[in-house]
């Protein structure tokens, strides 16, 4: 990083590669019409320099050429941007207090209407869906599945993980008070664990940016889970908005757990319900 040590009062100025990751975000902004521009710096850029590595370019203005005029450039990067890092029932705690603090007042609704944003390649979505079927809501239940990458999504509709993480969530599933056997709702399949389509009947697998698009649909919970600590403070706002948009009157929110709205300019529009596993609730005014 440069330095002006004539004036200290002056800013460092950006160094070159700070320069070309601007530049490569709004080329893909204008070109593509993804917003990862309001993303944070530090995770962009190590996710940058995998994708530089993986792609065999040596700049990030040779990477944004291959991005802009190669048939596949484009959806390869934007493998490396989206990186899912999840699993199901993650967090076992979240998911007991789900259960404990939420599914009574959802279970006072003739019907449901739920949003998991971000929801990668599935696993929280099956996550959910397993737990509303063990607590009688499932069916009359709509969820919606969102994401803006099309691979997580088609891995998210398939419905199939790798059996050696089935133990891993197994225990999760235990922990986050399952009322069942987890074996139960998937078998050995395709070199993976199939999960029974039934948990999936009424989802809804859609494309969605939360940095441009709109709210399509009230909903009584919104589960975003570890998705605003990749967003600066402008994103996560327009995204909190959009939740509390969407969401009814005393409708939920979920977050992960480095994830709070308490700072944000929402922060007073929902009431916390359980603040070590941030679920909260909007607020009445």
């Known amino acids: 990083m440069s330095t002006n040590p004539t004036n200290p009062m002056v800013p460092p ?3 070159d590669f700070d320069i070309e990751l601007k530049m490569l975000m709004e080329a893909v902004y204008l070109k593509y019409n993804y ?5 944070t710096g530090a995770s962009q850029k190590r996710r940058i320099l995998v994708a530089m590595r993986e792609m065999e370019c040596d700049t990030v203005s040779s990477l944004q050429a291959k991005v802009m005029h190669a048939p596949d450039g484009f959806a390869q990067l934007l493998q490396y941007l989206t990186i899912p890092v999840t699993e199901m029932f993650r967090d076992p705690e ?18 449901l209407k739920v949003w998991v944003a971000g929801c990668s390649t599935g696993e929280e979505v099956y996550s959910l869906a397993i737990l509303l079927q063990e607590e009688g809501l499932l069916e009359r239940t709509i969820i919606y599945a969102t994401d803006i990458n099309p691979e997580s999504l088609d891995a998210a ?7 050696d993480r089935m133990r891993t969530y197994t225990e999760n599933y235990q922990k986050a008070g399952g009322k069942g056997a987890f074996s139960d709702y998937y078998t050995a399949a395709y070199n993976g664990a ?3 389509r039934v948990l999936v009947e009424n989802v809804t697998f859609a494309d969605h940016s939360l ?4 709210v399509f649909s009230e909903t009584h919970f919104v ?8 967003f600066n403070r402008k994103l996560q706002d327009r995204v909190l908005g959009l939740f509390h948009e969407s969401l009814c009157y005393r409708g939920f929110l979920g977050l992960g757990s480095k994830e709070s709205i308490e700072f944000s300019s929402y922060g007073e529009r929902f009431d916390v ?3 070590r596993e941030r679920i909260y609730r909007k607020g009445v005014a």
Not at 94 to 111: C, G, I, N
Not at 211 to 214: C, G, K, M
Not at 223 to 230: D, E, G, P, Q
């Open 211 to 214: 940095a441009t698009d709109s």
């Open 273 to 275: 319900l359980s603040r």
């Open 35 to 39: 917003d990862f521009r309001e993303y």
């Open 157 to 163: 509709r398939r419905g199939v993980f790798p059996l």
């Open 13 to 15: 100025a950006p160094d």
């Open 223 to 230: 589960s975003c889970r570890n998705v605003l600590i990749y």
């Open 94 to 111: 979240y998911w007991q207090a789900l259960r404990e603090h939420v599914v009574p007042f959802l279970k006072t609704y003739p019907s």
């Open 194 to 196: 199939l999960f029974n």
